[in-house]
């Protein structure tokens, strides 16, 4: 039988560590927050609107007709939904759309992508500018693995792995559908599954994160959708136009993962 002091002890241990994932989702919701007022200042909803705006994300969450939270994914994100031709044709297919290894011939449409100063600045670190740069950083450097996101045939996007470490089996991912006309439509959800299915059952790595810029909440909030979970936040990590912005990290595990979609 434990001395009462050291019982106290352990009890007081027992409630510190249940309340570290509490800590966590809220200064994740502190982020989002910060992140989405930062967005309407930006798109001209004036101070005094802001409190506004809140009251009707109230009458939204109250409201019946929005989908649960649980049903956003839906049943086809499963790993026995992904179609695997990895060994016979370096292929991945989920729903709509396929995966494979990015080739030299989607080097312009990659560049034209990037072309987009905002759209490549807005990953961290920022993507090269120019082809030759690029071409570098997608097909040279060893330490990067890129596949093509296809969309009825035709690349439309780029997901891929950094920060390859074979020792602690673990990578950094990242993701752009560059056809804006084809952002939001799914295909980002099913591009991020299949190279979940990629990292953690073909190249077998235990733990994938990503890292998201303070305002890009649509990203963390995928991102939780996914099993991601905060690790970190890293406060005024960047300069950008004279201001500093946090950058939030988030990973997952190969077993958190298998147990919400195996």
């Keep these: 039988m434990l001395p009462a002091k050291a019982g106290g002890l352990a009890r007081r241990r027992a409630v510190e560590e249940q309340s570290i994932p509490q800590m966590q989702r809220e200064q994740l919701l502190r982020m989002v927050a910060r992140g989405f007022h930062r967005e309407l200042l930006k798109y001209g909803v004036e101070p005094p609107e802001v409190m506004a705006v809140a009251t009707h994300l109230l009458d939204n969450l109250m409201s019946d007709d929005e989908p649960p939270a649980s049903r956003f994914l839906g049943d086809s994100f499963r790993v026995s939904s992904v179609r695997d031709d990895w060994q016979s044709n370096r292929r991945l297919q989920v729903g709509g759309i396929s995966l494979r290894p990015l080739q030299e011939s989607d080097m312009p449409s990659i560049a034209e992508w990037l072309s987009d100063a905002e759209l490549r600045n807005s990953f961290v670190p920022s993507y090269p500018e120019g082809q030759s740069a690029q071409h570098a950083y997608f097909l040279d450097d060893a330490s990067h693995d890129y596949l093509t996101i296809l969309f009825e045939g035709r690349p439309v996007g780029i997901v891929g ?75 005024e990590e960047l300069l950008e136009a004279e201001r500093r912005v946090d950058i939030v990290r988030m990973g997952l595990s190969k077993p958190s993962w298998l147990s919400i979609f195996g």
């Design 161 to 235: 792995a950094e920060q390859l470490e074979s020792k602690n089996h673990k990578l950094e991912m990242k993701k752009l559908v560059g056809e804006n006309g084809l952002r939001g439509k799914g295909i980002g959800k099913s591009a991020t599954f299949a190279f979940l299915f990629y990292a953690f059952l073909i190249r077998g790595v235990h733990k994938v994160y990503v890292y998201s810029r303070d305002a890009n909440i649509r990203n963390i909030n995928l991102n939780s959708r996914f099993g991601f979970e905060l690790e970190g936040i890293f406060f």
